[in-house]
């Protein structure tokens, strides 16, 4: 029986090998996955058979995948495992590449992924496609956004307190959650550097704080790792945002040595918060 690693190492090189046909053997007959920043609303599919059809239909012969940078996360929970990883991706339209980022977190049961929440670049996706417009029509097309009931406030972790102190607004105290040398990247955020002090933290913290942003905590679930010094959470925020209601998913990957923030990749919904304020071309256009 294949570990979850394996199971995602066979996952991950037939997607680069385009081996569409095969990728559903994978998973298990009533299979979850879940793509909690898909465009322009989350997705939810159920059942091998599914599966079988997006990867031969909405994947075969439009993308090509190379990839690069994998980094698997094992969890106290023998059956999951957080990978994070790049892919130089091509669209077989347009012939262009692009690279994006990825994480997922896989359940795994007797060889088989009985629970997947993929979270991939839609924007990077988009723009190698062309397909910019089709995002916008998208998001001028969606529905009204599902929330979910609040997360009470919590701070066994420091991902929580920060998390929290984001929503309640305490923007001048969380740079003290990080080192004083860190290393912060946001991967889905384009044109975003590496925050690496705590004093670039503070400038970007109070970017936040400018823009006032009522937010609430949902959905918070976290993931220890074999390696302690690794916690990966995933939450979404939900309630306003300019001035408009958003609900917007997110994923960080955290190192965290001495009860403080020394690395952390922070996979926002920046596309989300785009499309709800009609600003997508100018977050596009910062790709090019």
């Not at 994070?84 to 997922?104: F, H, K, L, M």
């Not at 923007?171 to 690496?196: I, M, N, Q």
Request: aromatic fraction near 8%; proline fraction near 6%; avoid cysteine.
């Amino acid at each position: 029986m294949n570990s979850p690693r394996e199971v995602f190492a066979a996952l991950s090189d037939g997607l680069t090998e385009g081996r569409w046909e095969e990728l559903s053997a994978l998973y298990a007959e009533d299979t979850v996955v879940e793509h909690p920043q898909a465009v322009p609303r989350p997705t939810r599919i159920t059942g091998r058979a599914t599966v079988h059809e997006r990867f031969t239909g909405a994947l075969a012969g439009t993308m090509r995948f190379k990839r690069r940078n994998v980094v698997v996360h094992e969890t106290t929970d023998p059956e999951v495992i957080v990978a994070e990883y790049d892919y130089d991706a091509e669209s077989v339209q347009t012939g262009r590449t692009i690279p994006t980022a990825n994480i997922q977190v896989l359940r795994v049961r007797d060889g088989l992924i009985v629970h997947s929440r993929d979270y991939h670049d839609y924007l990077r996706f988009a723009v190698v496609r062309d397909g910019v417009d089709h995002l916008v029509k998208a998001y001028e097309q969606a529905p009204p956004r599902e929330l979910s009931p609040v997360t009470p406030e919590s701070a066994d972790t420091v991902f929580e307190r920060l998390v929290h102190g984001v929503a309640a607004g305490r923007w001048d105290e969380l740079p003290e959650l990080y080192a004083e040398e860190t290393h912060v990247t946001h991967p889905f955020l384009p044109g975003s550097g590496v925050v690496r002090t705590r004093d670039e933290l503070r400038a970007h913290f109070a970017a936040g704080k400018a823009l006032n942003p009522g937010f609430a905590v949902t959905d918070l679930v976290t993931y220890q790792g074999t390696d302690p010094e690794v916690l990966i959470g995933e939450f979404a925020y939900q309630g306003e945002y300019g001035g408009r209601p958003v609900r917007v998913a997110n994923i960080f990957a955290m190192r965290i040595s001495g009860g403080l923030i020394v690395e952390s990749r922070d996979y926002g919904d920046h596309l989300a918060i785009a499309g709800e304020l009609g600003k997508i071309p100018e977050l596009a256009a910062k790709l090019s």
